[in-house]
């Protein structure tokens, strides 16, 4: 796996990362469901509570490249995205992946 991690400063800063690997698997990382973890109603009502996140002093953009990669149990191969932070808006274009014997090609937007 391969970081790259490149912060500009002077008048306009700005963030710039890329994430190269062969294969990532995320759920080795993902914690186990618990005992006592919430419950339907309580995660719902948690849900709904406001979350700003944070405010970051910078734009951030970046690309991520996966040969293999492993989320919850789903297996994803060539993984390709490109992505910006700016103004707490998260943007995401392209987005390729090969899954199961297809492929998927996104944009998505978040604000």
Same mark, same amino acid.
């Given at each position: 796996m391969k970081l790259n991690v490149v912060a500009e400063n002077g008048p306009s800063p700005s963030l710039k990362l %890329? @994430?190269?690997?062969?294969? #990532?698997?995320?759920?080795?990382?993902?914690? !186990?469901?618990?005992?006592?973890?919430q419950t339907a109603p309580q995660a719902k009502e948690a849900a709904r509570a406001p979350n700003k996140g944070?405010?970051?002093?910078?734009?951030?953009?970046?690309?991520?490249?996966?040969? %293999? @990669?492993?989320?919850?149990? #789903?297996?994803?191969?060539?993984?390709?995205? !490109?992505?910006?932070?700016?103004?707490?808006?998260?943007?995401?274009?392209p987005l390729q992946m090969g899954l199961y014997q297809g492929s998927l090609k996104a944009t998505a937007g978040v604000d």
């Open positions: %890329t @994430l190269s690997a062969d294969a #990532l698997d995320l759920d080795r990382y993902i914690p !186990k469901a618990q005992a006592g973890a944070p405010d970051l002093p910078m734009p951030v953009t970046g690309s991520v490249g996966v040969g %293999t @990669l492993k989320v919850a149990k #789903l297996t994803m191969k060539n993984v390709d995205m !490109k992505f910006s932070l700016k103004n707490n808006r998260l943007e995401v274009s």
